[in-house]
């Protein structure tokens, strides 16, 4: 049994908070505010972020973020995004040197394109960081239905360390040293499934959805070969598995702002009705950014970038997008001379 801290009390967190428990293990759910942990107390229930979900009467929740890092074995970083930086900053001083993190948000800060994983190491020097991704929504892993997902860390004995926490009948983990690929294909998933929620607003059908799915990922894999990830990485759990999740499920939090605005909505309105962090506007920059400085081509993440920032047309992107010059698919080398 191994003493677990969950850092965040969002869906994800609880989710996991309750499978990491449900393995055996003793856990903490750190939230930042009184109000949520209070109701996590009484409740035993995330009724807001994850109704149904019944929280074991061992697994203790607190607002105290030391009583939640203090002599773990490991910590879950499960806040936003773009919460990571001043909560792993908070951490700092209760982190002792080698603390095996597990960051388990998705997303590339926009002002300095580091990686989430890269950010913690940053304000939390001498940790032994990790990541966890996968196709992997918080309302079934919190139901028990089978999922996998991956593990990714520097040092192999790390990566199956937590593989053996994390794996349970119904949570098969894998385990890669790309930590750079699966954090890449975590973030900019993302990004392609507002396009994709976008689509689904306008009523484009199934064809258009995997046109979407399909190029998404090309433009994802061609980034990040560019930096120095592994292209298998983009074809398995963390890049295609988890893009199709993303971009198909009624959970999608990204595809769900995306379908708003392709009903009409703006980008902030349709973030106002999510209620939740929607991951992808916020990496959204980041990829354009991250494709200039690359110098890689990516035009749905270009075309997405103007409907959230500039105000463009969702039909005019999708316009951009069908009448851009002809192109082979794999490569003009292949052909017979």
Partial sequence: MKNIGVIGAGSWGTALAWLLENNGHHVTMWSYREDEALALQTDRENRSKLPGVKLQDDLLITTDLQAAVDGKDILVLAVPSPAIRSTAGKMSPFIRENQVIVNVAKGVEAETLLTMSQII????????????????????????????????????????????????????????????GIELGAALKNVIALAAGVADGMGYGDNTKAALITRGIAEISRLGIAMGARAETFFGLSGIGDL??????????????????????????????????????????????????????????????????????????????????????????????
């Fill in 121 to 180: 190491e940053q304000q939390i020097p001498g940790v032994d960081v990790a990541v966890l991704s996968g196709p992997s929504h918080a309302e079934e892993v919190g139901r028990g239905l089978p999922t996998t997902c991956v593990i990714g860390a520097r040092k192999k004995e790390t990566a199956e360390y937590l593989q053996e926490v994390f794996m349970s009948p119904v949570f098969r983990v894998y385990t890669s040293p790309d930590i750079l």
């Fill in 244 to 337: 199709i999740v993303t971009c198909a499920s009624v959970h999608s939090r990204n595809r769900k702002a995306g379908y708003l605005m392709g009903k009409g909505y703006t980008m902030q309105e349709a973030m106002d009705e999510v209620k939740m962090v929607v991951e992808g506007v916020h990496s959204a920059k980041a990829a354009l950014s991250l494709s200039k400085k690359y110098h890689v081509e990516m035009p749905i993440v270009t075309e997405i970038n103007q409907v959230l920032f500039e105000n463009k047309k969702a039909s005019d992107a999708v316009n951009e997008l069908m009448l851009r010059m002809k192109k082979d698919e794999i490569g003009e080398e292949l052909w017979e001379k």
